[in-house]
């Protein structure tokens, strides 16, 4: 067991490109989730996949955001034009699939600046 | 709709002094209560949470925390705090349910721990 990565960890690039961020959740965790967390504040909710199936997605995810999960495996948070407000850290949790009550293991996190 | 009030931003305290951080929810339904830690450029780590039961729920490191129903609070505490408890501290509810277990977060706290 070797933990929820994420790459990169850190990411600086300039108004208007694309970027895209990859988790890797612990192994047969079933749940993946996405979350932001900008200074000062805790972490928001943005999406949640149970296996390859995205079955929530927060309001604070515009149509510029898209996250993927193929495989029920990895999964991509794509972030398109990005605008000087997407500048936060994305974090990545995975948990197993017993109970929703369950334990959410985070990545150390992506963190994004967008000059 | 859930909501979580962590009371104080900053809590500064010495060593082997005890210490409280505050946390109050609100949720229409019932809920599930987690506190996590954050160590600087480190991911989240869930020091306790509570489920059910018991409403005094202890954790790793020393903490513990109690659920209190009436008050709608779950504060944290440890009766003698180390150099090493510096961080950042997040209490979270999960209002179980179809909320496909998305956690919500309270503002954090931090604590600091002098010598």
């Known amino acids: 067991d070797t933990g929820v990565s994420q790459n990169p960890r850190h990411k600086i690039t300039k108004r208007g490109q694309n970027v895209t961020f990859r988790c890797d959740p612990i192994?047969?965790?079933?749940?993946l989730y996405w979350y932001r967390q900008t200074l000062g504040q805790g972490p928001e909710f943005l999406t949640y996949?149970?296996?390859?199936?995205?079955?929530?997605k927060s309001r604070l995810l515009s149509d510029r955001f898209s996250a993927e999960r193929p495989k029920g495996s990895f999964s991509t948070l794509e972030i398109q034009r990005t605008e000087q407000g997407d500048s936060a850290m994305y974090l990545c949790?995975?948990?197993?699939?017993?109970?929703?009550?369950?334990?959410?293991?985070f990545g150390p996190g992506t963190r994004l600046t967008v000059l | 709709a859930q909501s979580v009030t962590q009371l104080d931003s900053q809590v500064p305290v010495f060593e082997e002094a005890p210490v409280e951080l505050r946390c109050n929810y609100s949720s229409s339904v019932s809920v599930y209560l987690f506190w996590y830690v954050q160590y600087p450029n480190q991911g989240l780590q869930l020091l306790l949470k509570y489920l059910s039961g018991s409403t005094l729920v202890k954790g790793i490191n020393g903490f513990e925390a109690e659920f209190n129903k009436s008050q709608t609070s779950f504060h944290l505490r440890k009766p003698s705090v180390h150099i090493s408890d510096t961080a950042e501290y997040f209490c979270?509810?999960?209002?179980?349910?179809?909320?496909?277990?998305?956690?919500?977060f309270g503002q954090g706290t931090i604590l600091t721990v002098h010598p």
């Open positions: 949790a995975s948990s197993p699939a017993m109970m929703y009550t369950d334990t959410q293991y």
């Open positions: 979270a509810v999960n209002a179980g349910g179809t909320s496909y277990g998305k956690l919500t």
């Open positions: 996949f149970q296996n390859e199936a995205q079955l929530e």
């Open positions: 192994s047969e965790h079933n749940r």
